[in-house]
């Protein structure tokens, strides 16, 4: 690595930090505020989420007698993988911030670590809820993963890669021409993947506490304080770096093909924009249908592998 | 004994290894007997284990190969050995599962003195099966290991159960033995009469494609039944559970791999390769066990068998690295060949690192609580911090989460995959057999966390669901030894992946028969630094995973927010009850292991096809219950459709031998005349 790539590399991984952080609360609150616009509410301000992490950051914690170390550091271990998620995929630029040390599997993978964290943690203090809600997110997303490596199994086998950096410089050279069937068919199977990994309508409702419908929140039932803090501050960074592996896989225009001040500016900016609009389609889907029942999960998220699949047949067959 | 090529630094040593780890196990096996000496037997095979393992590590480091051939006085046939990098490779699978299962018996009386001397042996009849050149020793060590094994898994005072699962795993075994006998004599007859592996290899060119299929459809079975591949797995789930915990570690650690190792020697390594037919299907094998596997195992509560279900899936996911190695490599894309191959090894050691330690922490849970049965378990963790933290290692590393071992072999078979998905010389239907394998490996790695999730949350977390539960206790020093080296090594192998897996990949090549450097060009083979692995799926681009530093990024970050949160106030937490609608919580309140499968067991009813029987009664004339009773199963469907099916069709083919058999002098009298004259006949 020369000089100019560790300066380079240390620059995007300092804005990408910083940003994607600083971002992640915005998002989640865009996505509240339109929701409640759709519905005839005046909604939060877009501070309130920045609000609610301070708050729970500066209360002391209220444990649970049964629970021990798991619940303590669990929250920890989630963000920790989330944040060295965001670092391994493109943001402002056409290569991840930390480019060549892992892939998107690696992404994926940080992502099942971030979840087998919370899912123990909620069995830890031996709460009914916590045990719903682990058992039935540990189920959505083992029927969403299919479909989630798959969609990105198309881009990489059309890439010849797996790196993320150079899926979207592919994509950026090859522009338009790309979005052809088997690209869109993936690009759908991933948007249903967001919904899923991010606990949207018709999956799981992001406000609920009523105990026959929760996922996540179910989860998050027993932690209070600074876990909870963490633990809602990882989910809000979740949504911000699956957008960012949206874009980078399947839209990747925009972002900065050269290492100069000028294209990373606007790069990050498109970037920025194009998860806004992501955050916009969540919210439009959670305030225009009704939440599925857990019994449909396996027809939705199944429609998700099978679009995948269809798209990495059409493009496995048809080279 | 002979070292090629000599000269190597250390190599000289290996056969004194060799020949070490031998002598101890059989001492090994003498001090058991011996009464006041048996305490030394399991430390003695600790010894003779971990020597193996170092003759594992100097075949892979110095590329050297021993050779040893003996025994002639027998008159028919001699034992002869060849340790090359393969047999090196699975030697270090071997010799962490054994030295960790006997390490943690260390102490320990066992069941009885037979079971206490066959152990040993049992690990040196797998030494010599890693090592076997011909097909008398490796026939020689592979129904030792089969016979030794099943005598340690029934015992000697044994429940009908317990020996009915012997009786089933005995049956599979001969069967899988009969089919590889059948492929060795087809193979023999092919080179001249000849039992030597080297001479099959060198024939295997010219035999009939016919034969040569035959032979690899017949070995393929014999050694997928070993492995416990679907449709061939119905011993597994019933032998590995009863058995002892060392015994299972070593079984599922070890034995089974002997199928992949045979499956690779043979298949690969001395025929050359197979028709894409059979690669698909091993491929299609492969995934099929993955994703049943795992679905099973989500779905038991007994931690044993939850255990040996994840063992099938595992053996899935390492055939499905040998499959697509198969596929790559008859179309000539060999480097591909060679990542796809040192995918399945290094997923073979991973898995007998992480389930050992597996099976040993569930020995740990059976020593403290007497019980196997998750639903009855909880809050463990509190009375053994040990054993939790060993578990939840080997949890997190076999549900192949970064920076663990599991992850790196699971990327590497995600590679080949890409790799056979995207290359432009396999057929259509190859590839696209290729693309579908990628999505059962995504649902098997997220089905496993699910699985892992439950067994260690509902096993160590929240509060003891039954007295026993509550007054466990922590297991003895040895094991907690063992379970923590095997703890460090999942997580050593997953950081040190760049380094193992350019070992592995050296052993792939040599395996395959390809020149000692990699072509580079046509893109392909997993190239490892100290730091990193990288794949390059096709020529030109390539991928990397680099294991330190995403384990330091892991670390640092998880570090911070650690820190960050202990600074912002040094006060002690607060600690309530658990909130449970405002009443006293209770045991019972928690999610069983049964109720956090609920959701997967109906997503996938179709498969799984779960049946569910709730029988309440009443107190006469009130509406108010006296007893409920619930039952509820899965349906084992591969088992009903082709395994039942086929056991029938067994049991109606030996009524029709019984009838030939009848017993009289005269019918037998009346059979050779028969004979004879039909000889007579064929022979003018």
């Known amino acids: 690595m020369s000089g100019s790539d560790v300066a380079t590399t240390v620059f995007l991984t300092q804005l990408q930090l910083v940003t994607f952080l600083v971002f992640a609360p915005f998002l989640a609150a865009t996505i509240r505020i339109t929701k409640a616009r759709l519905q005839s509410r005046r909604g939060p301000g877009v501070l309130q989420p920045y609000r609610d992490l301070a708050k729970w950051w500066g209360k002391l914690p209220v444990e649970s007698n049964a629970s021990g170390p798991v619940a303590r550091y669990a929250p920890a271990f989630m963000l920790g993988a989330i944040v060295t998620a965001a670092l391994l995929v ?54 969403a993963e299919p479909g989630l490596v798959l969609a990105l199994a198309g881009v990489a086998v059309a890439a010849g890669s797996t790196d993320l950096g150079t899926i979207s410089a592919f994509g950026i050279i090859h522009g338009v021409g790309l979005l052809g069937p088997a690209h869109l068919l993936a690009a759908a199977a991933f948007g249903i993947v967001i919904i899923a990994e991010t606990g949207h309508y018709p999956v799981d409702n992001p406000e609920t506490h009523l105990e026959l419908t929760m996922v996540h929140e179910g989860m998050l039932l027993e932690a209070s304080g600074r876990s909870l803090a963490t633990l809602v501050f990882a989910s809000e960074l979740k949504l911000v770096v699956l957008a960012a592996l949206f874009s980078a896989a399947f839209f990747p225009f925009g972002a900065a093909t050269e290492m100069a001040p000028g294209p990373i500016a606007l ?27 857990i019994m449909a999960m396996p027809d939705f998220l199944g429609l998700a592998s099978l679009l995948a699949l269809t798209g990495l047949g059409i493009r496995v067959l048809m080279p | 004994m002979i070292v090629t090529p000599g000269g190597a630094v250390g190599a000289d040593l290996l056969p004194i290894l060799w020949v070490a780890a031998i002598g101890i196990f059989l001492a090994a096996a003498v001090t058991a007997v011996v009464p006041r000496l048996s305490q030394a037997s399991p430390a003695l095979s600790t010894a003779a284990a971990l020597l193996s393992l170092g003759l594992g590590c100097g075949l892979l480091l110095t590329g050297a190969s021993i050779s040893w051939s003996g025994w002639h006085a027998l008159g028919f046939a001699t034992i002869a050995v060849h340790y090359d990098g393969l047999s090196g490779a699975f030697l270090i699978a071997f010799g962490f599962s054994a030295a960790a ?34 097909a008398f020793a490796f026939l020689l060590a592979w129904e030792s290991m089969a016979l030794l094994s099943a005598f340690l898994v029934v015992g000697l005072r044994a429940t009908r159960d317990v020996v009915s699962a012997g009786n089933l795993y005995l049956a599979m075994t001969h069967v899988a033995t009969a089919s590889i006998l059948i492929g060795f004599a087809l193979l023999a007859a092919g080179s001249g009469g000849s039992i030597d592996f080297s001479a099959w290899h060198l024939a295997a060119p010219a035999l009939s494609p016919v034969t040569r299929d035959l032979v690899l459809v017949l070995v393929t079975i014999g050694f997928a039944t070993k492995a416990g591949a679907m449709p061939f797995h119905s011993w597994l789930p019933r032998a590995h559970p009863v058995a002892p915990s060392h015994i299972s570690a070593v079984m599922s650690g070890a034995m089974i791999k002997t199928g992949i190792y045979g499956l690779i020697r043979l298949a690969i390594d001395i025929v050359g390769g197979s028709p894409d037919w059979l690669a698909l299907l091993i491929l299609a094998i492969g995934a099929v066990s993955a994703v049943m596997g795992v679905l099973y195992a989500v779905m038991q509560h007994d931690i044993k068998r939850l255990l040996a279900f994840h063992s099938i899936e595992n053996i899935g996911i390492i055939l499905i690295g040998v499959g697509s190695a198969l596929l790559l490599n008859a179309k000539g894309a060999t480097e591909l060949a060679a990542l796809a191959l040192t995918a399945a090894i290094f997923h073979s050691i991973n898995h007998a690192v992480f389930k050992s330690l597996l099976f040993l922490g569930a020995g740990a849970v059976i020593h403290a609580t007497g019980l196997h049965d998750l639903n009855h378990l909880g809050g463990l963790g509190r009375k053994m911090p040990v054993t939790m933290l060993a578990f939840g290692i080997g949890a997190v590393a076999i549900s192949g989460l970064p920076p663990f071992n599991g992850f790196a072999s699971e990327w590497l078979t995600f590679q080949g995959l890409f790799g056979a998905a995207g290359s432009g010389v396999l057929a259509p239907i190859s590839r696209f057999g290729a693309a579908a394998a990628i999505g059962a490996l995504a649902l098997t790695a997220a089905l496993a966390v699910a699985c892992f999730v439950k067994a260690t949350g509902v096993t160590f977390l929240g509060l003891p669901r039954t007295a026993a539960a509550a007054a466990a206790h922590e297991t003895t020093m040895p094991a907690r030894v063992a379970m923590a080296v095997l703890a460090a090594a999942c997580l050593v192998l ?39 692995v990288t794949a390059t799926p096709q020529a030109g681009t390539a991928a990397t995973y680099a294991a330190l530093v995403v384990g330091l990024l892991l670390a640092v970050a998880i570090g911070v927010i650690v820190v960050a949160a202990a600074a912002r106030s040094r006060a002690a937490a607060r600690r309530v009850d658990t909130w449970t609608c ?65 056991h029938r069709l067994g049991i109606s083919g030996a009524d029709v031998a019984r009838k030939l058999q009848g017993g009289a002098i005269q019918l037998y009298v009346a059979y050779i005349v028969i004979a004879v004259l039909a000889l007579l006949i064929w022979a003018r």
């Open chain 1, 90 to 143: 493109p943001g402002a630029a056409a290569r991840a911030p930390l480019a060549g040390w892992g892939d998107l599997l690696v992404v994926v993978g940080l992502f099942a670590t971030a979840r087998f964290a919370i899912a123990l943690a909620a069995l830890d203090s031996g709460s009914a809820f916590g045990g719903m809600g682990s058992s039935r997110d540990v189920a959505i997303s083992a029927l």
């Open chain 1, 267 to 293: 790069g990050l900016v498109v970037g920025l924009g194009k998860m806004l609009v992501i955050g916009q389609g969540l919210a439009l889907i959670d305030a225009t249908i009704a939440k599925a029942r």
């Open chain 2, 101 to 134: 299962a006997s390490l943690s018996v260390v102490g320990e009386q066992p069941r009885s003195r037979a079971e206490g001397a066959a152990f040993p042996l049992f690990l040196g009849s797998i030494l010599l099966v890693l090592g076997a050149s011909n």
């Open chain 2, 582 to 646: 405002g009443i006293a919580p209770k045991p019972a309140f928690q999610y069983t292991a049964t109720s956090y499968s609920k959701p997967i067991r109906l997503f996938f009813r179709r498969i799984l096809v779960p049946e569910r029987e709730v029988r309440v009664e009443y107190h006469p004339g009130t509406a108010f219950p006296s007893s409920i009773r619930y039952r509820s199963e899965i349906t084992l469907l591969l088992e009903d459709r082709i395994l039942r099916p086929a």
């Open chain 2, 494 to 532: 997953g950081l040190a992946a760049g380094p193992v897996a350019a070992a592995l990949t050296t052993v792939a090549r040599s395996t395959l028969h390809l020149g000692a450097t990699a072509g580079g060009a046509a893109g392909g083979a997993a190239v490892g630094s100290v730091a990193s």
